[in-house]
């Protein structure tokens, strides 16, 4: 047989096949696959969630448009190759069935029936924040305390241990002109509306801003104040019962005995202002209302009434067994230009005060530090910084011979493989200082005790998002520092690749990312 015509047959039998195929067919005696059939089974919910966090994936399932009630649908997910069994669910009246999943890690889940598949649905695991391992505490310019502390029991005095911090200032002396500066106690936002005064022994006289005395009293009385639009008001009550009261003025003035202001040989109290966070030996008080709420003043002078009362340095330090006299001293003396400064700069008009009694200036709480454990060390430390009888003070002076900036922190840290104090330009943002620069702090590491070797901060997910102004953050990294270690620049990627690189100031991203310090080691990823 010829190759022709052994052709003819065999296409003639593929017709008859196709021909009995599609009677089959029409009389319903074969089926199709399920795709073909009109099954069909739509799935939703691809997203990104974190390792700790669940998310619903969805699946609808129909025929030629009809919801199949009440039929089991699989979920699988991709492993290792393969679609492997996670759960079953069962669709509602709707067709629609739903389950939560929680990944560790990003995955592929698909849902399926005998007679049909979804489409692939990916569940993007992000972290849930960084571990940043970090060490110091402070904004990290000038003396860092407990480095100070270290040089100090090393053998160090205060006057090297000032010229290390502030290099190329000069230890010096001032004239001692007895002048105050007004401390504001209370008044700031978060404080009450009203207050307590009282006084734990002697008397006390209420005058108001032209000098006229209102009222005396004992530790018997107490004065509440409170605020109105046209001033502060005064009511005096004797237990509980009001005994006088006093219309709004614009300012009043509480004076008590054993100060300089009232009778310096009578008996010495201290006044305590109810929601204020010290105590007060010296001084007097002005309450007035620059603002929404009463504000209490302390006016006390700076080169003993003030220092005395600052808590910026544990007193014990000073003592023989701790042996840091001369880190005391040292506080002092930076403690003095910082107000001496802010006495030279006038009131602000937002506390009608010189000085704040926390960390916005320098932490101030009177007589509790002054009368507290080893307050005597301290006042002997401040002491030291004065000299009588020539009515002069130390301080530190700039480049330029003024009264310099001396800011101070608790503790320098390490940053990859840098470490200690920063440029003041790349802490602020401010203008190069030469005494503001960066020195190796390896005292503060040695010194005994220190709680701010090490730590570790968080960084959550929802932070980072904020921070660096992406959708999701896959990863986060410091791509540079400055010279102390500290963060310069990150660096976060998105889910989607897109790259974000910040950079900030040193005390801008520990501000931004509220650690303790932005001395930065290293940066872990965590479910």
């Known amino acids: 047989m010829s190759p022709s015509n052994s052709a003819a047959p065999a296409a003639l039998l593929a017709r008859v096949i196709a021909a009995v195929l599609a009677s089959f067919l029409a009389v319903g005696l074969f089926t199709v696959p399920a795709a073909a059939a009109g099954y069909t089974l739509s799935a939703s919910g691809t997203t990104t969630t974190t390792a700790t966090v669940s998310k619903t994936l969805s699946a609808v399932y129909r025929y030629n448009g009809r919801?199949?009630?009440?039929?089991?649908?699989?979920?699988?997910?991709?492993?290792?190759?393969?679609?492997?069994?996670?759960?079953?669910?069962?669709?509602?009246?709707?067709?629609?069935?739903?389950?939560?999943?929680?990944?560790?890690?990003?995955?592929?889940?698909?849902?399926?029936?005998?007679?049909?598949?979804?489409?692939?649905?990916?569940?993007?695991?992000?972290?849930?924040?960084?571990?940043?391992a970090g060490s110091g505490y402070g904004h990290g310019v000038g003396m860092a305390q407990w480095g100070a502390y270290q040089m100090a029991r090393g053998g160090s005095s205060a006057a090297q241990?000032?010229?290390?911090?502030?290099?190329?200032?000069?230890v010096s002396t001032a004239n001692n002109p007895r002048t105050s500066v007004d401390v504001q106690v209370l008044g700031s936002s978060g404080d009450p509306a009203t207050t307590t005064l009282s006084l734990s022994a002697g008397s006390w006289r209420l005058l108001d801003g032209a000098g006229t005395q209102l009222a005396t009293g004992t530790s018997a009385h107490r004065i509440l104040i409170a605020r109105t639009s046209a001033g502060v008001t005064a009511r005096i009550t004797e237990n509980g019962v009001v005994r006088q009261k006093f219309g709004a003025r614009p300012a009043l003035y509480l004076e008590w005995t054993g100060t300089d202001y009232w009778d310096p040989d009578g008996t010495a109290g201290t006044v305590s202002v109810s929601g204020a966070q010290g105590t007060y030996r010296h001084g007097r008080l002005r309450i007035s209302s620059p603002g929404t709420l009463p504000n209490v003043v302390n006016q006390v002078v700076i080169n003993d009434e003030y220092l005395y009362g600052l808590d910026e340095m544990a007193s014990l330090w000073g003592t023989s067994g701790y042996g840091g006299a001369a880190a005391l001293q040292a506080q002092a003396v930076v403690a003095r230009n910082y107000a001496i400064l802010a006495k030279t700069a006038g009131l602000k008009a937002s506390c009608d005060c010189h000085l704040y009694d926390d960390t916005r200036s320098q932490n101030y709480t009177g007589w509790k530090k002054e009368g507290g454990e080893a307050g005597a060390t301290w006042r002997a430390a401040v002491d030291a910084t004065r000299q009588d009888a020539t009515g002069t003070v130390t301080v530190v002076r700039n480049a330029s011979d003024g009264i310099a900036e001396t800011p101070y922190f608790a503790s320098s840290g390490r940053g990859g493989s840098f470490s200690g104090t920063t440029n003041n330009q790349d802490a602020f943002g401010t203008a190069a200082q030469s005494h503001l620069r960066h020195v190796a702090d390896p005292y503060s590491r040695q010194a005994p005790g220190n709680p701010y070797v090490s730590w570790t901060g968080v960084l959550t997910q929802a932070k980072a998002r904020s921070v660096f102004k992406l959708t999701w953050v896959r990863s986060v990294k410091v791509t540079a520092r400055y010279s102390s270690g500290q963060i310069k620049t990150m660096q976060a990627v998105s889910t989607t690749g897109g790259t974000r690189t910040l950079t900030k100031t040193a005390e801008g991203w520990r501000t931004e990312l509220g650690f303790r310090g932005s001395w930065a080691h290293t940066v872990t990823a965590r479910k």
């Open 67 to 132: 919801a199949q009630k009440r039929v089991k649908v699989n979920l699988q997910r991709y492993s290792n190759g393969a679609w492997v069994q996670v759960k079953t669910v069962t669709t509602n009246l709707s067709g629609k069935a739903s389950t939560a999943v929680k990944p560790s890690a990003t995955t592929k889940y698909r849902f399926k029936t005998t007679k049909a598949t979804s489409s692939t649905l990916t569940v993007t695991v992000v972290p849930g924040s960084w571990a940043i």
């Open 161 to 170: 241990i000032l010229r290390y911090y502030y290099p190329g200032a000069t």
